[in-house]
């Protein structure tokens, strides 16, 4: 059986274009930074909760909570994406107690996958 030449059916200009130019590819936003850690122990209460991700996400249906050891919400309803850094959202928050908190955020990555998380960091003095 003769072996099949490509650059006989694609020209070899088209080919060069295809194996070279850049796959556009989107996946789900990736957790990758956030202040407080997570686990991490503060020995002040943050003013703000920050989650940055590894990518840009969708500025629609962001959230961000923080939820304190009785199950109660204790941040300030605030969520907000940075106008500078699409992959950075933030909420603020009133000065928390001594105590171990968990944020949970939920963000839609580009591909319009929707993407949720939760972390401990715990306030103590």
């Known amino acids: 059986m003769p072996k099949l030449d490509i650059t006989k059916i694609i020209k070899p200009g088209l080919l060069a274009i295809a194996l070279f130019s850049p796959v556009s590819a989107f ?44 199950g109660k919400r204790v941040d300030n309803h605030d969520v907000a994406q940075s106008l500078t ?21 939920r963000v839609v990555s580009e591909d319009t996958h929707i993407v949720t998380g939760k972390f401990e960091f715990t306030v103590k003095p």
């Open 27 to 70: 996946a789900h936003a990736i957790l990758v930074k956030s202040q407080p850690a997570k686990d991490e122990t503060v020995t002040e209460s943050p003013k703000q909760i920050d989650l940055w991700f590894n990518d840009a996400v969708r500025s629609e249906y962001k959230a961000l909570a923080v939820i304190d050891s009785t």
């Open 85 to 105: 850094n699409g992959a950075n959202i933030y909420a603020t928050v009133p000065t928390l107690a001594p105590g171990t908190y968990t944020i949970r955020y």
